[in-house]
């Protein structure tokens, strides 16, 4: 059962910046394929972007390609999500998730089995 934690969610003018940060800790030394996901108010949760264990490859929601950065930190399992050029539209809770490495890449909630409690994002316009 890994744990997943999210951070470093805020209140940022619209065209602004923020980086995300995510950490998976598990009762082995396993590696994580993670991802990060959003949920507007009233709406259901979205794939945002995700990265393989090695941060080999990468995935990018359309609504956020060119803005969003996802990135692994020297700990292994420490995910980072830079995001730039800020939209009122990107105002949601944040979760960060992960699943087992040998799965890859995962694209929607579904596919992942560990998840954290989230960080909001509110962008003001």
């Known amino acids: 059962q890994a744990q997943v934690k999210e951070s470093g969610g805020g209140l940022v003018q619209a065209g602004g910046s923020l980086r995300l940060s995510c950490t998976a800790s598990?009762?082995?030394?396993?590696?994580?394929?993670m991802g990060w996901l959003r949920q507007g108010p009233g709406k259901e949760r979205d794939f945002v972007s995700a990265i393989t264990w090695d941060g080999m490859h990468t995935r990018y929601a359309d609504f956020v390609k060119g803005r969003f950065t996802i990135f692994r930190g020297n700990d292994k399992n420490t995910v980072y999500l830079q995001m730039s050029d800020l939209k009122p539209d990107d105002t949601a809770v944040y979760y960060c998730e992960a699943r087992s490495r040998f799965l890859g890449l995962g694209l929607s909630d579904r596919e992942y089995v560990y998840w954290g409690k989230g960080t909001q994002v509110t962008v003001s316009s």
């Open positions: 598990g009762p082995t030394s396993e590696s994580y394929a």
